[in-house]
C-alpha cells in the first residue's frame, strides 16, 4: 500500500520561500512518477512539477525559475523547493504517484498524500 505524506507547508510573506517534503512509503510499481499538484480556493487542483524515476523532471510555467522538484532516493523523500514566491501560490499542495511515465491530469494519479497548506500574504 503506498502511503505518501506532505510537510513543510505555513504561512509565508510575498517573496518567501518554503520546502515542501513528500515521504513515499511501499511504491512497488516501476518505473513511475512522482509529481506536486495544488489546488487554490475555489479552483481546480493542477499539477505543477513531475519527477521520474528513470530521473526526468519538469515544472509547469506558472512555477518554473522559482519551484524546483528534488529527491533523496536514499530516504525516498521528494522536495518542492519554492522561492519567490506570491500570494497567487497560496494553496493546498499535494504529493502524488502513479505508474508508468508522468502525467499532467489528475485523473492518471492513483496515489495521493493528505496536502499541506501554503498561504502567502503580500
Known amino acids: 500500500q503506498v502511503k505518501l505524506v506532505e510537510s513543510g507547508g505555513g504561512s509565508v510573506q510575498a517573496g518567501g520561500s518554503l520546502r515542501l517534503s513528500c515521504a513515499a512509503a511501499?511504491?512497488?510499481?516501476?518505473?513511475?512518477?512522482m509529481a506536486w499538484f495544488r489546488q487554490a480556493p475555489g479552483k481546480e487542483r493542477e499539477g505543477i512539477a513531475f519527477?521520474?524515476?528513470?530521473?526526468?523532471?519538469s515544472t509547469e510555467d506558472s512555477v518554473k525559475g522559482r519551484f524546483a522538484i528534488s529527491r533523496d532516493n536514499t530516504k525516498k523523500i521528494m522536495y518542492l523547493e519554492m522561492s519567490n514566491l506570491i500570494p497567487g501560490d497560496t494553496a493546498i499542495y499535494y504529493c502524488?504517484?502513479?505508474?508508468?511515465?508522468?502525467?499532467?491530469?489528475?485523473?492518471?494519479?492513483?496515489?495521493w498524500g493528505q496536502g499541506t497548506q501554503v498561504t502567502v500574504s503580500s
Open positions: 502524488a504517484a502513479r505508474a508508468d511515465s508522468c502525467a499532467r491530469s489528475v485523473d492518471a494519479y492513483n496515489d
Open positions: 511501499g511504491i512497488s510499481y516501476r518505473p513511475y512518477c
Open positions: 519527477m521520474h524515476s528513470g530521473g526526468g523532471s
